[in-house]
């Protein structure tokens, strides 16, 4: 790739960490990037927080402090944490049956399916077995209803098979039976609102004016919505394809209203690393209330068991282990030296990040999507010079 010219970086970044700015002025000049930010927070604080670039295909908007972007799969780490939040109040147990909470849900041989299993992508239901229209995945009642009627594609608990759509659904279902709010509106009253977070599962209409627009990864221009594999499981096609979205769909006002807990949050990176600090267990209210308990933060990564994902193993290359909710770093480093570190990534690049034993967490978005299913080279860049520098400050 041919390089670029690096835009005015706007933000701070303190001196020790000098390195994160290099390599996000890097991911301008030889990685593609379009827009972008990232900040790290150390112990609560911002050590760094930088934007810079285009909010837009045609450079005509810069990106500003506060712009947002949706951040497609990083969104699950905000559905996750409803679900931890419950857990953590004594209202859901994760050892429990679905149906204990979701009786419709016992269908077609589900009725043992555990709370821990939707957490984990391993409920066997990573996609739907009929036709399924963008213009209905907008319907919150017909997508759950028909989760709640398929079969599991293969036994659940057995395996994980990455639900990437229907985690949300499935997870957020289970939430709303438990508060009566679907998650965009637990998350917003019991966190997001309360702390200040930038960060909303449904983009209020107010507040597109910051969005940035989403920029397709360079083999599906032109033939977005047409670029579906044609020669994978019917598993694999149901997870990824059934619909098929992309980055003309995450552009218009209908994704962004909709009720999407899997792939539809907006944020910026500020309200990505704020969001993911939770999970480290350490966040609080300014009355001191500690919004997740160490006890519920070190449950999030508690592994489910190491295995080649059912739906992206082919393309990851290797084993992977999933937590109930986030992706643990492993021996691959996914988020980190630190094995038990963990974190999400988003289609084409964002991702979250939350390490308790270092203090650190990490949000990063971006427009430009990119073509790795996961640990997108920018990312890696970013995360190898935060521990870089962490660990020659020791």
Same mark, same amino acid.
């Given at each position: 790739? &041919?390089?670029q010219? +690096?835009?005015?970086?706007?933000g701070?970044c303190?001196?020790?960490?000098? $390195?994160?700015? +290099?390599?996000?002025? @890097?991911?301008?000049?030889?990685?593609?990037e379009?827009?972008?930010?990232?900040?790290?927070?150390?112990?609560?604080?911002?050590v760094?927080d930088?934007?810079?670039?285009?909010a837009? /295909?045609?450079?005509?908007?810069?990106?500003a402090?506060?712009?947002l972007?949706n951040?497609?799969?990083?969104?699950?780490g905000?559905t996750?944490?409803?679900?931890?939040l419950?857990?953590?109040?004594?209202?859901?147990?994760?050892?429990?049956?679905?149906? *204990?909470?979701?009786?419709?849900?016992?269908?077609?041989?589900?009725?043992?399916?555990?709370?821990?299993h939707?957490?984990?992508h391993? &409920?066997?239901l990573?996609?739907?077995?009929?036709?399924?229209t963008l213009?209905q995945?907008?319907d919150w @009642?017909?997508t +759950?209803?028909?989760?709640?009627?398929?079969?599991?594609?293969?036994?659940?608990?057995?395996?994980?098979?990455?639900?990437?759509l229907?985690?949300?659904?499935?997870?957020?279902?289970?939430?709303?039976?438990?508060?009566?709010?679907?998650?965009?509106?637990?998350?917003?009253?019991e966190?997001t609102?309360? #702390?200040?977070?930038?960060?909303?599962?449904?983009l209020p209409?107010e507040?597109?004016?910051?969005a !940035? @627009?989403?920029?397709?990864m360079?083999?599906?221009?032109?033939?977005?919505?047409?670029?579906?594999?044609?020669?994978?499981a019917?598993?694999v096609l149901a997870? #990824?394809?059934?619909?098929?979205?992309?980055? &003309?769909?995450?552009? +218009?006002?209908?994704?962004r209203?909709?009720?999407?807990p899997? /792939?539809?949050?907006?944020?910026?990176?500020?309200?990505v690393?704020?969001?993911? @600090?939770?999970f480290?267990?350490?966040?609080?209210?300014?009355?001191?209330?500690?919004?997740?308990s /160490?006890?519920?933060?070190?449950?999030?990564?508690? $592994?489910q068991?190491?295995?080649r994902?059912?739906?992206l193993?082919? $393309?990851?290359?290797?084993?992977?282990?999933?937590?109930?909710?986030?992706w643990?770093?492993?021996?691959h $480093?996914?988020?980190?030296?630190?094995?038990?570190?963990?974190?999400?990534?988003?289609?084409?690049?964002?991702?979250?990040?939350?390490?308790?034993? *270092?203090?650190?967490?990490?949000?990063y978005?971006?427009?430009?999507?990119?073509t790795?299913? !996961?640990?997108?080279?920018?990312?890696m860049?970013?995360?190898d010079a935060?521990?870089?520098?962490?660990?020659?400050?020791?």
């Amino acid at each position: 790739m &041919a390089e670029q010219t +690096t835009p005015q970086i706007g933000g701070h970044c303190d001196a020790r960490f000098a $390195g994160v700015r +290099t390599a996000f002025a @890097e991911n301008f000049r030889e990685r593609g990037e379009l827009g972008a930010a990232v900040t790290v927070l150390l112990d609560g604080e911002p050590v760094v927080d930088l934007w810079g670039g285009w909010a837009d /295909a045609a450079r005509t908007r810069s990106w500003a402090s506060d712009t947002l972007v949706n951040v497609w799969s990083t969104t699950k780490g905000a559905t996750a944490l409803c679900a931890h939040l419950l857990i953590d109040r004594g209202l859901l147990d994760p050892d429990a049956p679905v149906a *204990a909470y979701w009786p419709e849900f016992a269908a077609a041989g589900k009725q043992d399916v555990l709370v821990r299993h939707l957490l984990s992508h391993r &409920a066997g239901l990573a996609g739907l077995r009929v036709p399924h229209t963008l213009a209905q995945l907008y319907d919150w @009642e017909l997508t +759950t209803a028909r989760l709640a009627a398929t079969e599991p594609w293969w036994e659940p608990g057995a395996c994980s098979g990455y639900h990437a759509l229907t985690y949300g659904f499935l997870v957020g279902e289970v939430v709303r039976r438990v508060t009566g709010q679907l998650p965009s509106t637990f998350l917003h009253q019991e966190v997001t609102g309360p #702390l200040g977070i930038d960060f909303s599962i449904r983009l209020p209409e107010e507040e597109a004016r910051r969005a !940035a @627009e989403l920029v397709p990864m360079p083999a599906a221009r032109g033939g977005e919505r047409g670029a579906a594999p044609r020669k994978l499981a019917p598993v694999v096609l149901a997870a #990824l394809a059934n619909p098929v979205t992309g980055a &003309a769909d995450a552009n +218009t006002r209908a994704w962004r209203a909709a009720e999407i807990p899997a /792939a539809g949050g907006h944020g910026t990176a500020r309200g990505v690393a704020a969001l993911y @600090e939770i999970f480290t267990g350490r966040r609080r209210v300014d009355s001191g209330y500690q919004v997740l308990s /160490a006890q519920a933060a070190e449950r999030v990564r508690e $592994g489910q068991g190491s295995c080649r994902d059912l739906i992206l193993g082919t $393309g990851l290359g290797h084993d992977t282990e999933i937590g109930l909710g986030l992706w643990l770093s492993g021996r691959h $480093g996914s988020y980190g030296p630190n094995p038990r570190a963990f974190g999400h990534d988003g289609f084409g690049g964002s991702f979250g990040l939350a390490d308790p034993e *270092a203090g650190i967490s990490i949000g990063y978005v971006m427009n430009h999507m990119g073509t790795h299913i !996961a640990d997108d080279p920018r990312k890696m860049a970013l995360v190898d010079a935060v521990y870089e520098a962490v660990a020659s400050s020791v």
